[in-house]
């Protein structure tokens, strides 16, 4: 399948936030927690639809956070092993896929994403946006502005937002040295 295929199979939508994702999140992190509790992971529920009342793709995030000297093929295993799909690994991150089917999404999809300990910008993304409706509101309108142009484009919406997404983790790391020298 070409990667224009992919896109045109699953498309990038967005819907009204759904308060059943939360409950999806903690369910697929109870799993994930017992098929790796000898990583001793630290495991997330991240990006747009952890946040309340904005519009995201119906996709739950999940981040992954284990030790630096993790190694990832063990990892990798029991993944696949439990139905998850490989998406991209890196030294630093492994990211996976569930939820994808060869009629489209299936109901709950999930992106399950690996990253070394205290690699956990997204969850100081989502935590940001929680306090900042106003922000989490401005972030909502730039995916729904994205969504016209990158709607068969996963890896083009997501660059298109990431400028967004920095400025506000470096609001979010210069934010306690401007609280410290008031």
């Keep these: 399948m070409t990667l224009e295929e992919l896109w045109g199979l699953f498309p990038i939508v967005l819907v009204p936030h759904n308060h059943k994702w939360t409950d999806w999140a903690k369910q697929e ?70 939820g994808y089917t060869l009629k489209g999404y299936a109901d709950k999809v999930f992106h399950i994403h690996f990253h070394r300990t205290e690699d956990n910008n997204e969850v100081l993304f989502r935590d940001y946006l929680m306090e900042h409706p106003d922000i989490a509101r401005e972030y909502e309108q730039l995916k729904i502005f994205l969504l016209l142009k990158y709607k068969n484009n996963r890896n083009g919406y997501t660059d298109a937002k990431s400028d967004f997404i920095q400025r506000i983790i470096q609001t979010i790391q210069t934010e306690p040295l401007a609280r410290k020298n008031s």
């Design 29 to 98: 992190i109870e799993l994930l927690s017992a098929l790796l509790a000898s990583y001793n992971p630290i495991i997330s529920h991240i990006s747009s639809t952890a946040i309340p009342n904005i519009q995201a793709k119906p996709i739950v995030d999940i981040l992954v956070e284990v030790s630096a000297d993790a190694d990832w093929q063990p990892i990798k295993d029991i993944m696949e092993a439990n139905g998850y799909i490989c998406m991209s690994e890196s030294e630093k991150h492994v990211s996976f896929n569930k």
